[in-house]
Structures are given as C-alpha cells and as structure tokens.
C-alpha cells in the first residue's frame, strides 16, 4: 500500500546488519569455491575464449575477482603485500580508472599466459592472505573493512554470473554448440494458463535499500516516489507468446520499434531472440545443456530492451518502470529458480507461482524496465576508485530488475538495480508486461 509514513532509516554506502568475523570468513569461503565449483565443467581450452568484446575469458574472470580483493583490502591493509606477478594489476583491472591503466578490455581472450593454472595459484595465494588478514580482524579493523570485504564478495558473485552468460555466448559460437552441462532429460510439456493482470494503486512510495543488510550504492538513497494506478502483467512472457509475436511480422513492422531499435535489426539481422535459430520449420534454442527445440511454456530469453519494448507495444501494454516493479516485488518473498538450482535456464511456471498474484519475480530472467538508469535523488558517488563501481555507468543504460537463473539466491534484492545498454542480448534477460489504468 503507499503510504506517507513510513520511518526512513538513514544509510550508508555498502550498508551492513553487524556481522561476527567468523561469519565474513565462512561466507568468503562459500563465495570463493562457488566460482570454482562453476569452473568445473571447463576444460583448459574453454578458459581463454572471448568471442566478442563484452564477453570475457573465464580464466579472466577468475584473476580479476581475486585482484579485486588484492587491490581493495591486501595492499590497502598491508604495506608489505605483494602480488605473485607485478603485471596482474595491468591485466586484470577492469575500468577502475583511479587504480591504474588497464589491458585493453576486447584483447583478454589474447592473454595465452599468465595459464590457467598461474591463475589459480594467484586465486589460492589471495585466499591464503586474505582469510589470516579477516581472522585477524579487531573490532576496530573489522568495522573499517567488511563493508569492503561483502562489497568484494558480492562483486564476485556478479562475476559468476557473467562467468555463465559469457561461456554460453562462447560456446554458441561454436559450431559444434558444445554443452557447459549435461543435457536434462525431457520432461511433459506444462500448460501455461492466461495471463493475468495485478494491479496497485496510486499514491507515493518509499523506493530504495532501506540500510538493512548489503546494498550497492546505486540503490541509494531511500526516497518517496508518486505513481499512478497501474498492473503487472501475473507471469513472464514465453517463448510461445514470442513465438506469435515473431509469427505477426514483429521483426518486419517498423511501427512498432523505436527509431534506435529498428536501425539496429535491420543493422544486426535479428529476426529472432539471440541463440535461436530454424531448422526445417522448427525452432531450436541454444542453451548451455546445447542445442534443444524451443520450449513454448518456458519464458522468452536473451532479449534486448529494444526487443522487449516493441513486443509490449504489440501487445498493447508497455514495460513497467523501476518503481513500479519495486513496489510489487517487495512484500514478496525472494524465491525463484537461482543458479544454486543449477537449471542453468529460465523453466516455466509452476504450480506454487499460479497460486500467487505475481509468479517468477525473482530468478529466471532478467526483467527489462522502461527506467532509464540514472542516480536516485540525492545521490553521490564514493571519492576513492571504489566509486567507480556504478556511478560512472549511469548515461545510455536501462535498468533490469529480479535476477535469473545465473544469479545466486543471496546476491539478490528487490531494490537491486542490475543495468545494461538497449541492444545487450547475451544476458539472460526477458519481459514482464505493465499497463497503467486509467479510469
């Protein structure tokens, strides 16, 4: 319900509940061998590939998590560390300006050297210094750098999840389409019924991380919002209402784009979601299990904003703003299909979700929004390189909301602001459709 009312709790960047230091070690332990556990399925070859600018190496998402904390904590706290190779700063930074030139980001998939396994003895040598610096912490010492520390981690797990997307794009260029994992046995087809519409009403809204946990600075700060009556769409959009989309010229009809967006398909060539391709009449999606016919109950993926936007103005609804959808998604329980399900894919509806108002809010897709990505009212970036982690990106992006089937279950918030051009397709990004009501 809006409300006028509600108490607003200052915060601050990177905000944190008080944690025990045992609990930071235990928790960089789960985070760390997580991404190892997702490297398993790799074999030496498939860590060195980048099959386009955005994409990059999983060897180089490995070194450049770890130089993160080797950046951030080590060599801030101990005047006497020292990198296993004075070269990992140069390559491995990513587009932290203040900490020093960087590799040029299109040519990591050229870095042959430093191996794999140099890569995991610089991952094994940030561990062993980083879990004696956070069992050394005081109580003093450890109020100044958990905020950094569950900053790093949570960097990290954004980093597994691109990890994913970027193997899927590399190996669907592939003209083998090798699979990350093994393909899941066929299951019956679900019925998805019709969609529903659940609506909200006007009146102004607190938006924004309340200062209770972990937060990135660019869901602060908290701030009211009006917004009209409006209605979400009850499930998210399925490859088989695409499928009609594409079946109505959807790709053909320039009415129904935005002038950037259909300058960018006729450009591109898209006539489809990325990974899809026609064989004898029959659509087939890759997925990192392979290649599979096209499932028409599971949601629609790996969709632009463009896309996204012109399916709603087929459908005669738009997509919802970033407001609007936080104001759904936060009475509700943060449950979804995650990367911990390992389905690696967004699956259809089920039962439990039906029996809701709003199924797959979290998980699964991403959710497009018709927000553009800028700062909140009152927003300031940090001064150090720290503050160059959101703030610096806010011009040209939309912003995407509920996480997907690569994100892990504790990375996500229903005020996480994930963010991305109009024409980025490789993220598992979908539709969910919104209508305001006019009486």
């Not at 003093?140 to 990290?156: M, Q």
Request: glycine content about 6%.
């Amino acid at each position: 319900m809006p409300t006028n009312h509600v108490i607003h709790r200052p915060s601050t960047p990177y905000g944190l509940d008080d944690v025990q230091p045992e609990f930071l070690v235990k928790r960089y332990h789960q985070v760390r061998q997580f991404t190892d556990r997702l490297c398993q399925p790799l074999m030496t070859e498939d860590y060195v590939i980048q099959a386009m600018p955005d994409v990059s190496p999983p060897k180089w998402h490995l070194a450049h998590t770890s130089w993160f904390f080797e950046t951030f904590i080590l060599a801030v706290a101990d005047p006497g560390y020292r990198s296993p190779h004075s070269s990992y700063a140069y390559l491995f930074n990513s587009y932290y300006v203040a900490a020093g030139e960087r590799h040029c980001r299109p040519r990591r998939g050229l870095l042959s050297r430093p191996t794999v396994e140099e890569i995991y003895r610089y991952r094994a040598h940030v561990d062993q210094h980083m879990v004696a610096f956070l069992e050394g912490l005081q109580s003093a010492t450890f109020e100044r750098w958990s905020p950094i520390v569950h900053l790093g981690l949570h960097h990290e797990q954004q980093h597994q999840e691109l990890l994913l997307t970027d193997v899927k794009y590399n190996f669907a260029c592939n003209p083998m389409r090798p699979a990350y994992v093994t393909p899941d046995l066929p299951t019956p087809v679900p019925i998805v019924g019709p969609l529903r519409w659940v609506s909200f009403l006007e009146g102004v809204y607190w938006i924004g991380h309340d200062g209770q946990g972990f937060a990135f600075d660019n869901e602060l700060p908290r701030h009211r919002s009006f917004v009209e009556r409006f209605e979400l769409a009850s499930r998210l959009v399925t490859n088989g209402e695409y499928l009609a989309f594409m079946a109505d010229g959807g790709y053909e009809r320039p009415e129904l784009w935005l002038s950037t967006g259909w300058d960018t398909v006729q450009r591109e060539g898209w006539y489809a979601p990325l990974y899809w391709e026609q064989r004898d009449g029959v659509w087939w999606m890759m997925t990192l299990a392979g290649m599979r016919p096209v499932r028409e109950a599971e949601p629609v993926c790996h969709v632009s904003y463009y896309e996204a936007e012109a399916y709603a103005r087929w459908a005669d609804a738009r997509l919802p703003t970033e407001a609007e959808w936080e104001i759904a998604a936060t009475p509700l329980a943060i449950k979804g299909n995650f990367v911990e399900h390992q389905t690696f894919r967004p699956v259809s509806i089920g039962p439990l979700d039906t029996a809701v108002p709003l199924g797959q809010i979290f998980g699964d897709v991403w959710e497009w929004t018709q927000s553009h990505y800028s700062p909140y009212p009152g927003y300031t970036a940090a001064r150090d390189a720290l503050g160059e982690y959101n703030g610096k990106f806010m011009a040209n992006q939309f912003v995407l909301r509920g996480g997907s089937c690569a994100t892990s279950v504790s990375h996500i918030r229903p005020t996480y602001r994930n963010f991305f051009p109009a024409d980025a397709r490789w993220q598992f990004a979908g539709i969910r459709l919104a209508r305001t009501i006019r009486e």
